[in-house]
Every structure is written in structure tokens, then in C-alpha cells.
């Protein structure tokens, strides 16, 4: 049983070196099952670098890091409990909405009446409850973006991690899309990163900052 002092995520002293640069010094940090934290700071600080530590897409150096009190310093992405969403909206162009959300809960072994099922849920989540059978060209930025985002949270994910998700889009739908996902993530209670370089999307997103600097 997991005491509410043990942190949902734990960060103990991670360095990562790319040859001779230090990207990241002996970051420590804790956080808790269902917080929202937003990675705040400029380009080149180690925020997206420290996300893909997370993610198991860039390893540390040295350091530790638990996910629900196991050690996944050192695991390969699959073998972590994450949904990612990317910048760029990186969904199969030729694949349908439908087929881009349903490809990992397929590898995750669902029949495809059930991951239909989920589709049609997390369709109706996002707002694009009749989408499903359009491609991603056929759609706007924001779209493509939560499409993005229902496939991420639709493999029911411990933890989500955003890098800069919106900021690929423009002002007006960056701002309504801000605000969905702060509902959909308390709606879910779902532990969520998000890396951003904007300080308004940090303050009206998060319930806690992590400011980054070229140390």
C-alpha cells in the first residue's frame, strides 16, 4: 500500500551528459499521483531533455528515478506506464482518427470490438465524436492535436507527459485547448508533465511550476 507521503513520480539527482555538456545537474524532484507540473523555462534548459528521461527516451547519466515506488531509471519506453504527446502532432497520416487512436490499445491486445468501444469514448471526450473515419489532413492543428492526446490517454496511462503541446497552434485555439485539457485532466485525475517556454500556459495550467535556468 502506497502511503500519500511516497510521491506518485520520484526524481533523485539525475545528471545527463551529451559528451562533454551537462544537460541536466543532479535534478531532484517529487510529485504527486494526480498533480499537474508544468516544465517552465528556455529553450536549451533541460526541460524536454528531463520529459524524455521520464519517457525512457534519453537515459541518465547517472540518478534514479521511480514511477508508483518502482525503479524505471533505466527502462526501455514500453516497459513504462506513460502516454506522450508531442509538438508536432505525430499521428499516422495514413491511417483514420479512428485507427490512429486504436493502434496501441491493439498492441496492448483488445479485440477490435473493444478498442472500437474505447475509440468511440474517447471520440466523444475530445469533441470529434463523429471524426473517427477522417484522416489527419482533413483536420484542423487543434484537432489533430487532441487527437493526439486521446490516443495518448486512451491506453488509460498512469502518466501523461506533454511537450509543448500547443504550441504548435495558433493563439485562440491554444487558449481553448488549454482549458480542455485542464478539465480532462481533473476530470481523470491522471498525473501530468507538461513542457512549456510560455509562462502564462505555465501559471493557467499548473498546480505547480517547476522553473528551469541555465545553471
Known amino acids: 500500500m502506497m502511503t500519500v507521503s511516497n510521491p506518485y513520480l520520484d526524481i533523485k539527482n539525475v545528471v545527463k551528459q551529451f559528451g562533454q555538456f551537462t544537460a541536466l545537474k543532479q535534478i531532484s524532484l517529487a510529485i504527486n499521483k494526480g498533480e499537474f507540473v508544468c516544465f517552465l523555462g528556455p529553450s536549451g534548459c533541460g526541460k524536454t531533455t528531463l520529459l524524455r528521461a521520464i ?28 502516454g506522450i504527446v508531442f509538438q508536432s502532432y505525430a499521428l499516422f497520416p495514413n491511417l483514420t482518427v479512428q485507427e490512429n487512436i486504436a493502434i496501441g490499445l491493439k498492441n496492448q491486445g483488445l479485440s477490435n470490438k473493444e478498442a472500437l ?28 492535436q487532441r487527437v493526439a492526446l486521446a490516443r495518448a490517454l486512451a491506453l488509460s496511462p498512469g ?18 485547448l488549454r482549458e480542455e485539457i485542464c478539465q480532462m485532466q481533473r476530470k481523470l485525475g491522471i498525473t501530468t508533465i507538461m513542457v512549456t517556454h510560455d509562462q502564462e500556459e505555465a501559471l493557467s495550467m499548473a498546480d505547480r511550476i517547476v522553473v528551469m535556468n541555465h545553471a
Open 55 to 82: 519517457a525512457g527516451l534519453d537515459l541518465p547519466t547517472t540518478g534514479e528515478i521511480h514511477q508508483a515506488d518502482k525503479d524505471i531509471t533505466f527502462l526501455p519506453p514500453e516497459k513504462r506506464d506513460f
Open 117 to 144: 468501444e474505447k475509440v468511440e469514448h474517447w471520440l466523444e471526450m475530445i469533441g470529434l465524436p463523429t471524426s473517427g473515419n477522417k484522416y489527419p489532413n482533413q483536420l484542423s492543428g487543434g484537432q489533430q
Open 159 to 176: 502518466l501523461l507527459l506533454l511537450d509543448e503541446p500547443l504550441s504548435a497552434l495558433d493563439a485562440k485555439v491554444r487558449t481553448h
